[in-house]
């Protein structure tokens, strides 16, 4: 694999009117320019379509809707084998593709068939300099102190995979509309892939990662996931039980015996809350976030993961 190893770059949009073209623009600016650009839309009605082909992208339709149909279809439709994948609210580095392509030549002996790239969040976009905005968002500091990470997940939004290895692997599950990267990435690991966490292949968030409706998707697609991989993700599934068991307990017991429905409260969100502490206590998150990340989240999916456990039963999954 070389620098001149050709890259097919994949978009999945849904009514992107707003930020596509300016993630097509940083993708025609890179200094290692892909060799085709694929938008997979999903049934937008917006201009999304429109855009796209002005900046001279390939429009393929994702009719069976949600993320992971919309990536399956972009790796089934990329013409080469070095596959990179971009969100549609999200700009890319100068330099993302010519990083991805370096990362892939300097790991090529470790068995790197994936990697992920470093996610920076702007909360507003300069609609008239898209370039002043990457300008000055760059930080050479932070990008020379990160370093290459080996990691059994990377976020799908700056994604790279062999299209060759997806395919053995069974590709992205279209029944995921969400979570389907951490799926993926599961199933790599489980082939004794590598994945490779690169900090100097960059792409710049446009909006927070974090909300209720996100934190809702997230708590829905990891709930799908741990009924997925319920042998596997034991732990993880068990413990998602527990909680609701010890909630119902002592909203039942609420009356009868406060006390012991507060212990078991209790119980519950003490657990959470140390969880939480450890991510602000090591810096890698805020109070806010560690509340979303932390709280939220895990409470709807420890709810949800009984719904689907029933729901999602005879579901012939993607492996």
């Not at 190893?5 to 949009?13: D, E, L, T």
């Not at 937008?44 to 379509?49: E, L, P």
Request: hydrophobic content about 45%; charged content about 25%; aromatic content about 10%.
């Amino acid at each position: 694999m070389t620098s001149n190893s050709k890259v097919s770059v994949v978009i999945i949009a849904k009514n992107a009117e707003r930020t596509i073209g300016y993630t097509l623009k940083s993708l025609l600016k890179q200094t290692r320019k892909p060799d085709e650009i694929i938008v997979v839309d999903d049934s937008s009605n917006d201009r999304t379509i429109e855009i796209a082909r002005e900046y001279g992208a390939r429009v393929v339709h994702n009719y069976l809707g949600g993320c992971g149909a919309g990536r399956r279809i972009g790796v089934e439709e990329a013409k080469y084998d070095i596959t990179v994948f971009i969100d549609a609210d999200c700009i890319a580095h100068p330099k993302f593709i010519e990083e991805i392509l370096k990362a892939y030549k300097l790991f090529m002996k470790e068995n790197v068939v994936a990697q992920g790239g470093k996610v920076e969040v702007i909360k507003r976009i300069d609609y008239v300099d898209i370039h002043g905005v990457l300008r000055s968002l760059k930080n050479e500091r932070t990008v020379k102190e990160d370093k290459y990470l080996f990691v059994n997940y990377v976020r799908p939004a700056a994604f790279s995979i062999l299209k060759k290895i997806a395919l053995e692997v069974g590709n992205f599950d279209e029944n995921l509309r969400i979570m389907e990267g951490l799926d993926l990435c599961f199933r790599l690991s489980e082939r004794g892939y590598k994945i490779l966490y690169n900090p100097r292949a960059i792409v710049y968030h446009i909006g927070s990662l974090r909300s209720i409706k996100r934190a809702l998707r997230n708590a829905k697609g990891l709930s799908m996931i741990m009924v997925k991989y319920k042998s596997i993700y034991k732990s993880w599934y068990f413990m998602g039980l527990i909680h609701v068991a010890l909630i119902l307990s002592a909203i039942l017991l609420l009356f009868l015996n406060p006390l012991l429905s507060a212990i078991l409260i209790g119980a519950s969100i003490a657990h959470r809350i140390y969880r939480a502490f450890l991510k602000i206590r090591k810096g890698k998150m805020s109070l806010i976030e560690a509340l979303i990340d932390d709280f939220l989240i895990p409470y709807i999916t420890y709810f949800l993961i009984p719904y689907y456990t029933l729901k999602l039963r005879n579901i012939s999954w993607r492996y």
